[in-house]
């Protein structure tokens, strides 16, 4: 890792500002490798440094994943309601570059949503060059035709407003108003838009899968570290 200086680690790291790490490193709060550090303008890879005796958080990015529960917004704009980042460490929403959702879910919708502060992940997970695919669990207000099976296969449903059709994607009916659907690609409310071009109002949304990644038992709410890619 890139060796960088103290109060830059901590200021990058949302711990406080360059002026106030200075402060930190003169009172021995501040330590590298074991050793107390007496000047802020030293440089020491950020996984060796601890402050009062903790390691500091996270020294290579964030990389997360939160089960995002209904009623919570996808922004930093607390005028919107609740977000995601009321439930995650505020420390992340201070760091340089700030931890961010890749991509974004709607408010009423549940489920898998990665968060980072490595802006290369968001650049890889979202630009559709890379088709990671996401599946949904959805639930309709009515029966879900067996047809819409070939017409969300074809690649040739066209949403309104847009002038390119939809990529080829897989939805398995499981009951008369439940299915799961597989994206390759991620527009603007794709998922309740495309139920919409055959009438149907999507009643529940949730998340399951993100690529590779899945919420095995994290409950509603939570949120785990994942390992870096
Ligand atoms: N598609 C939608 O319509 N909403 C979401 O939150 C995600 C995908």
């Known amino acids: 890792m ?3 200086r103290i ?22 709060r501040v330590t590298a490798g074991g050793e107390i550090i007496t000047v802020a303008d030293r440089k020491f890879s950020p996984d060796a440094i601890c402050v009062d005796g903790e390691p500091v958080e996270c020294p290579n990015g964030v990389l997360a994943l939160l089960n995002k529960p209904a009623g919570y917004v996808c922004s930093h704009d607390a005028g919107e309601g609740p977000t995601i980042y009321d439930l995650l460490p505020t420390r992340w929403r201070k760091r340089n570059p700030a931890a961010t959702s890749v991509g974004r879910l ?16 968001v650049q890889r997970w979202t630009s559709p060059k890379h088709k990671v695919a996401k599946v949904y669990e959805v639930t309709v207000h009515a029966d879900i035709p067996p047809n819409l099976v070939a017409a969300f296969a074809a ?58 990644f899945e919420l095995d038992d994290l409950p509603p709410g939570q949120w785990r570290l994942l390992p870096m890619p």
């Open 2 to 4: 890139t060796p960088r």
């Open 7 to 28: 109060d830059q680690i901590l200021a990058n790291f949302g711990y406080c500002s360059r002026s106030e790490a200075r402060h930190w490193v003169r009172a021995g």
């Open 106 to 121: 709607d408010k009423d919708t549940t489920g898998v949503l990665l968060v980072t502060d490595l802006g290369e992940l």
């Open 155 to 212: 690649g040739t449903l066209m949403l309104e407003g847009e002038d390119k059709p939809c990529l080829p994607a897989r939805l398995e009916i499981v009951s008369a108003r439940e299915a799961r659907l597989e994206l390759t690609e991620g527009r603007y409310h794709q998922v309740k838009r495309m139920f919409a071009s055959a009438k149907l109002d999507v009643t529940r949304l949730h998340r399951s899968r993100f690529g590779d």
